[in-house]
């Protein structure tokens, strides 16, 4: 089911009349006219669709006008019509649904581009074989001897195994090969790389970190989790006007997704100065909430707070530093890096990635370096994905809010939390303490977790329905790019539940369609601290507008992922508008990048995108 929509036209003219929304549940007449000014044109108008207002009243309109980058009006078509005047834009929605921009909550922007062609190559092959032919023709491409090769999107859940340094000496000569799994949690390098990292039979690997070896006690060039840094501080990083350039690419990306909003969780300084500079002169055009990277360590917290300096000249509308991004443990798939109550099905329970020595020195720590950011004033997001490490990271938020938390309002939340316990569910709706699921994750998953954990857990994976019951405030996100940013894609499986390789995993979790589209809305600007002015198109909020070409809460669930995006509207401005030449370029970068398949697999291995900011700033893609 596919609509397509005309092209905006700056036109004087009315408004077409009513388009076909029901009666019943679209805003009385007389609201439009009242939001307004009289005798004040609009400088937009949309009309000739469903607008899905999205502000907990179900309220649904004909059309909606924007002056001065805000919503003045939304209601009946015939009341909006008033205020078209000569020099108004009508964008007509042809028949669609008109939401709040999408605000997806946990994407790496930073390193989104990065991750694809021409910047990092493709490694997502069904073969050992084809893998190595990639290296081969990599090395063979080199500019000079000894440049290192970067790839990314292996899957030792597709292939036969993790590739090994053998696999890779055979064709890559003196040029150091460094391969990231699609969910970064796993690299796989050559013998050139670990000499250059000084990685021997001897090294010990760092706490939550694995090296792999062989019957010989010799690394095979598989790293995961913390181990993987010892590679990392050799890799050459990618050059400031990369970064930039990349930055500029998957904003566009983004707003063919109708993205408007985004936060980009655990950055680094370096990072937020190229922000800041784009925020300065203009260019940033994207609401942009981010998250300081606080590690996996109580000194690395201290370090970042410590060199933090307020952000001058910049709208905290457009850019805003909301916090720390702490990182407590692996993830639940083939890795068993996250810490379980209950064994995986092979006996082992995985663990804190915080370090420390023992297992109480790291519960310290962790508690520490949540009471250190909460002490300075800060959010904390914390990637915690094991129930035990929901359980950890909510103790540890409760032990630092203290009795006035209401009153302080920072807004913390648990990443990801694929297990959180009801009873922890219940204790963090009576909090305030938010949680952000990934919906398209799980469908990527489906059932394929299963030998790992059970059919129980897996069912239970990503609770939706238990948290929005009890309360807590649910926000979705992509954590691009372990998945695309499809939010389409996102509704769908949060609603049907249903797997990529098919099967229902979870059918007491499903959600309805609105819920779900609060969660891609009105919920992530609550964890933003913006509920006040985005996340809903009710009069006076900001004028962020994806228009979906068709009835998004009409359709059949699985035909949600193929309405196309017609229109993105940030502040007032059309960013993107859906013609042959950018559906091209949107389809074609979602081919070679997303990889439902390869994230999929790179989830599998045990990998998630909570470890790509530090290794995209590494260059080690």
């Not at 597709?158 to 799994?181: C, E, K, Q």
């Not at 980009?264 to 784009?278: F, H, M, S, V, W």
């Amino acid at each position: 089911m596919r609509h397509e929509v005309n092209r905006r036209q700056a036109l004087r003219g009315a408004v077409a009349a009513a388009t076909g929304v029901a009666a019943a549940g679209v805003l009385p007449a007389g609201v439009a006219q009242a939001a307004g000014t009289a005798g004040t044109s609009a400088d937009l108008v949309i009309h000739n669709g469903r607008v899905l207002v999205m502000d907990g009243k179900n309220r649904v309109a004909e059309a909606l006008a924007v002056r001065g980058g805000r919503v003045v009006a939304v209601g009946r078509a015939r009341d909006v019509r008033r205020l078209v005047g000569r020099r108004t834009q009508v964008l007509d929605a042809a028949g669609g649904t008109v939401l709040p921009g999408i605000n997806d909550s946990h994407l790496h922007l930073n390193s989104f581009a990065l991750a694809m062609p021409p910047f990092t190559y493709d490694v997502d092959t069904a073969t050992i074989e084809d893998l190595v032919t990639v290296v081969r023709t990599a090395t063979q491409a080199a500019p000079a001897p000894g440049t290192w090769i970067r790839g990314r999107g292996w899957n030792d859940n597709r292939l036969p195994r993790a590739p090994r340094r053998t696999d890779l000496d055979a064709v890559s000569g003196d040029h150091p090969v460094v391969l990231t799994d699609f969910s970064f949690h796993a690299m796989a390098v050559n013998s050139a790389a670990l000499r250059l990292a000084g990685i021997t039979r001897d090294t010990v690997a760092p706490t939550g970190g694995v090296i792999e070896r062989d019957a010989d006690g010799e690394p095979t060039g598989v790293l995961r989790e913390t181990a993987q840094a010892l590679v990392r501080a050799v890799v050459p990083a990618f050059t400031r006007d990369e970064v930039s350039r990349a930055i500029d690419s998957g904003i566009g990306l983004l707003h063919a997704q109708g993205i408007t909003s985004l936060t980009d969780p655990g950055i680094d300084l370096a990072t937020l100065a190229i922000y800041a500079e784009k925020a300065r002169a203009g260019s940033l055009d994207v609401r942009l909430n981010t998250l300081l990277s606080g590690g996996t360590a109580p000194q690395q917290v201290r370090d970042i707070l410590g060199a933090y300096r307020p952000l001058k000249g910049v709208d905290a509308r457009t850019l805003r530093v909301a916090g720390v991004k702490i990182f407590a443990d692996g993830i639940p798939t083939a890795a068993r890096t996250a810490w379980m109550h209950e064994p995986y099905l092979d006996g082992t329970n995985g663990g804190l990635v915080i370090e420390g020595a023992t297992h109480a020195e790291q519960l310290a720590n962790l508690h520490e370096m949540i009471r250190m950011v909460v002490r300075a004033g800060f959010q904390v997001g914390t990637h915690a994905t094991g129930d035990a490490t929901s359980d950890a990271v909510v103790d540890g938020y409760l032990k630092a809010m203290g009795t006035n938390w209401r009153r302080i309002d920072l807004r913390h939340y648990v990443i990801h939390g694929d297990f959180t316990p009801r009873a922890t569910l219940r204790t963090m709706a009576r909090h305030d303490i938010g949680a952000n699921m990934n919906a398209t994750i799980k469908y990527l998953l489906g059932r394929t977790l299963d030998p790992v954990i059970g059919p129980a857990r897996t069912d239970y994976e990503f609770p939706y329905r238990s948290a929005l019951d009890m309360g807590v405030r649910v926000s979705s996100s992509s954590d691009a790019p372990v998945t695309y940013p499809n939010w389409l894609q996102g509704v769908m499986a949060a609603v049907l539940r249903e797997g990529m390789f098919g099967g229902i995993a979870g059918e007491a979790e499903r959600i309805t369609v609105p819920e779900a589209l609060a969660t891609y809305t009105r919920t992530p600007a609550w964890q933003d601290k913006a509920n006040s002015w985005k996340g809903t198109l009710a009069e006076g909020m900001a004028a962020d507008v994806c228009v979906v070409g068709g009835d998004v809460l009409g359709v059949d669930p699985h035909e949600l992922i193929d309405l196309p995006i017609t229109t993105t509207i940030v502040g007032g401005r059309v960013v993107y508008e859906r013609t042959a030449s950018a559906t091209a370029t949107a389809a074609a970068a979602a081919a070679k990048a997303s990889g439902n398949e390869r994230g999929h697999s790179c989830l599998q291995d045990g990998k998630c995108c909570c470890r790509l900011t530090e290794e995209m700033r590494a260059g080690q893609v």
